[in-house]
């Protein structure tokens, strides 16, 4: 079946970057959509970002500018640049990919000290 496992995450201080990874078995990322989402304790799933099969990207305001998300098809895998990270990016960090049914990683945490 499809699986898709994130990694990447980690602490960092304020100001500071990461690249989550997305790697995907059992499809193939350039052929679907693929989105990352965040999730912080006691809060609701938001979306982060998204880009679709042609390159068209998506992100939330509270990102933008400062997050970009991309793949790489020879890897077959999923990433999530994160620079000038804030505490409020502290959360567990999903990807997420639609075959018949939404598919999710297990997710990555991701801390950012004040």
């Known amino acids: 079946q499809v699986q898709l496992v994130e990694s990447g995450g980690g602490l960092v201080q304020a100001g500071g970057s990461l690249r989550l990874s997305c790697a995907a078995s059992g499809m193939t990322v350039s052929t679907r959509n693929m989105a990352w989402y965040r999730q912080a304790p006691g809060k609701q799933r938001e979306l982060v970002a998204l880009i679709t099969v042609s390159g068209n990207t998506n992100y939330a305001d509270s990102v933008k500018g400062r997050f970009t998300i991309s793949r790489d098809n020879a890897k077959n895998t999923g990433y999530l640049q994160m620079n000038s990270l804030e505490p409020e990016d502290t959360a567990v960090y999903y990807c997420?990919?639609?075959?018949?049914?939404?598919?999710w990683g297990q997710g990555t945490q991701v801390t950012v000290s004040s």
């Open positions: 997420t990919v639609f075959l018949v049914k939404y598919y």
